[in-house]
């Protein structure tokens, strides 16, 4: 067996293409995207992901030629995203879009707003209805389902923009009172910004989408799911944690979608918070069982432990799917995380080592990486909210400042 701790810096260089087209929670780095397909992809492969999130890594595999693409993810927008980056787009229709918006000629003066969506208290008037003028502006035009796709998430990103959500992070919460006040974003200039910046990110080279296949779908599910087929190679990123505890990606995500099914040819793209609940520990697991203190060195007793037991029985199970998912030469590799979770890291990279060896993989790469991009504060303070002064001064814990990236075959 050859393993390594090889602690790696793949955050020098451009941006890679697209890496601005929608906010999404714990992407993966475009460049450790692209050197990972680099490194195992190659002509004629097929590439599962069964935690897709925003496609990097899959648009990645793509552009390394592998033959067949598939990913999965339980959240609507994830896919929404995923097949929007692995669309193929007419371009020259996509201009045409922006000039009418830059002409004025896209008849928004004319538009009521949709009697289909209701005010709520994440938009203010003018955003309600200049969203709206976009639904209607969208449905008079004949437009083909990758154009759809596209503007689509243009349209998902725009409403998170136009909303009262604080834009410094994913997690969901409000604006104060008085930044609501005065805030007064126009949803067809940030349509128009996002729809540029698509456009000058578009290249000639169309990706193979004949050959992709993104679903909505459970990584517990895995070998049900692909009917027995097998892949040559299986990147993905899990959940560090259940979404209930970390981010709400179905409240976040319920918010970016709000308008996006009333487009006609995206209905299916709905979502709502019950998303948190059908992720990995979302519900406790049957297979709850008592946790190694190697994985969390937390209290045995009481719901955080619970939580933190359904979460990795799930995942247990993902990571079975993962392996009976892949032919016998296959590799499969993981970017996995330590979140803190009551005060103590939860040691995903050695639970997810031990899984795989129990299921007779070998780890042959482990790779430690330093997450200089991400946006986050350094130290949160996980009892700010205590009106104790004592637990409030014992609270502040330091987060995530690393990735692991752990790479398997089968033992033999």
């Keep these: 067996m050859r393993t390594t701790n090889r602690r790696s810096n793949t955050n020098s260089g451009p941006r890679a293409r697209l890496a601005r087209f929608h906010p999404y929670p714990a992407m993966v780095d475009e460049d450790l995207a692209a050197q990972l397909a680099r490194t195992h992809v190659r002509k004629g492969h097929s590439i599962l ?8 890594l899959l648009a990645a595999a793509e552009a390394m030629s592998a033959d067949r693409i598939v990913g999965i993810d339980i959240n609507p927008l994830a896919v929404l995203l995923t097949r929007a980056r692995l669309a193929n787009p007419n371009v020259s229709v996509l201009r045409r879009l922006l000039a009418e918006i830059e002409t004025d000629t896209c008849y928004r003066k004319r538009i009521a707003a949709s009697s289909e969506v209701k005010t709520v208290q994440w938009f203010n008037e003018q955003s309600m209805e200049e969203l709206s003028q976009i639904v209607a502006w969208l449905n008079m035009k004949q437009l083909t389902q990758p154009d759809l796709l596209v503007l689509g ?6 409403t998170r923009d136009a909303s009262f959500a604080r834009k410094s992070g994913w997690k969901l919460h409000r604006m104060s009172e008085a930044s609501r006040s005065t805030f007064a974003a126009s949803a067809w200039a940030h349509f128009a910004r996002r729809l540029e910046y698509f456009i000058s990110q578009s290249d000639t080279k169309p990706y193979n989408s004949k050959n992709t296949s993104i679903r909505i779908g459970d990584a517990r599910r895995l070998r049900v799911d692909e009917g027995g087929r097998k892949f040559d190679v299986i990147l993905t990123s899990p959940p560090y ?36 609940s059908q992720c990995l520990g979302g519900r406790l697991s049957r297979e709850i069982r008592h946790l190694s203190r190697q994985y969390w060195a937390g209290s045995a007793e009481g719901t955080t432990a619970k939580k933190v037991e359904s979460f990795l029985a799930d995942y247990a199970i993902a990571c079975r799917g993962i392996a009976s998912s892949l032919k016998a030469s296959g590799t499969a590799v993981l970017i996995v995380g330590q979140r803190s979770t009551g005060g103590f890291r939860v040691k ?47 609270g502040l814990i330091r987060t995530m400042s690393e990735e692991f990236i752990l790479t398997f075959s089968r033992s033999g």
Aim: aromatic share 10%; hydrophobic share 30%.
């Design 49 to 56: 992901d069964p935690f897709c999130g925003s496609g990097r």
């Design 153 to 158: 998430a243009i349209l998902s990103a725009t």
């Design 241 to 276: 944690g259940d979404s209930k505890t970390t981010v709400q990606y179905g409240a976040a995500s319920k918010l970016c979608l709000t308008f996006v099914p009333l487009v006609k040819g995206l209905e299916t793209f709905s979502c709502s918070s019950s998303v948190d």
């Design 348 to 394: 995903l990279d050695q639970f997810t080592i031990d899984q795989f060896a129990s299921l007779g993989f070998e780890l042959t790469r482990y790779d430690v990486r330093k997450l200089t991009r991400k946006r986050h504060p350094s130290h949160v303070n996980r009892f700010a909210r205590s009106s104790c002064t004592s637990k409030r001064d014992s």
